[in-house]
């Protein structure tokens, strides 16, 4: 790969694509225990396996996933689509959230480090896999103290040779600061997207030497020209929890304030031949020699899309520069 179409994961050496595949919305259908649905709608899991097998021969090697997500089938699906090609690819995935496989619900959190244990067991077995590369803490605003001591169950993990490297899922500085003092620390994964600019997060990756791993890249899919019309029952677009900015919270659809800044960077982003998801893709790697946005995926042709970001690299600072100036930052 060439130094535009890579990245390394923090100070771990350990060497992925660019764009990592974000393994959430081939979970399937899940809920809360009120019924908020919490996935992106039902998905076809033949086509999921396709997508992966796509998504790897265009030179995807990095896949991020979390235990929850389907309750556990997005962990099944990814490790059965990997297979004999496990060893190709950097696997991340998440603890710390509890779900009801039966049911498909979720069912509250442990942020306990027995927990940890028994979730890194389960993931392992979903995935088909005897190690993690990159193991995520999934609560975001967990109790540094608490945090403290998990970052010394995962610094065991590594010892024992089953997490080559952690994380913390968080969109606070402060509380990525508390896993960045471990040794086997590599990345934090916050959100970050063209209109949802995280700067004291990106300056702190820097300074600590880790990867900024992008969660939303494209805005829920309002950077991949969705948003427009009612989301299908059964999307978590459809009732958008107080975390899910974008979508009006009635389930109507994308607020259209944030069609309209879209639609005042729209030019630029589709420049160079890009599709719309492309340039916002393109704008993460302006953005940061740090990041590694994840884009969501259901289908081969949203896969061959998302990596065909690659092929045309990151925004020119003169873009870059442009897009902040029409958005008024």
Known sequence: MTQETRRTLGRSGIDVSALGFGCWAIGGEWQAADGQ???????????????????LDLGVTFFDTADCYGTGHSERILGRALGRRRDDVVVATKWGNLFDERTRTADGQDDTPAHARRALTDSLRRLGTDHVDLYQFHISDADPERAAELRETCEEFVREGVVRAYAWSTDDPDRAAVFAEGEHCVAVQH??????????????????????????????????????????AGDIRSRPPAWLPGYDADGSGADERWLARIDAVRDILTSDGRTLAQGALAWLWARSPRTIPIPGFRTVAQAEENAGAMAKGPLTAGQLAEVERLLGR
Not at 37 to 55: K, Y
Not at 199 to 221: K, T, V, Y
């Open 37 to 55: 649905p919490l996935g992106w709608g039902a998905v076809d899991d033949e086509e999921s396996v396709r997508a992966v097998h796509r998504a």
């Open 191 to 232: 959100a970050l997207n063209v209109l949802q600019d995280a700067p004291d997060m990106l300056a702190r990756c820097a300074r600590w030497g880790l990867a900024s791993i992008n969660r939303s890249p494209l805005a829920m899919g309002l950077l991949a020209g969705k948003g427009r019309g009612r989301p299908a």
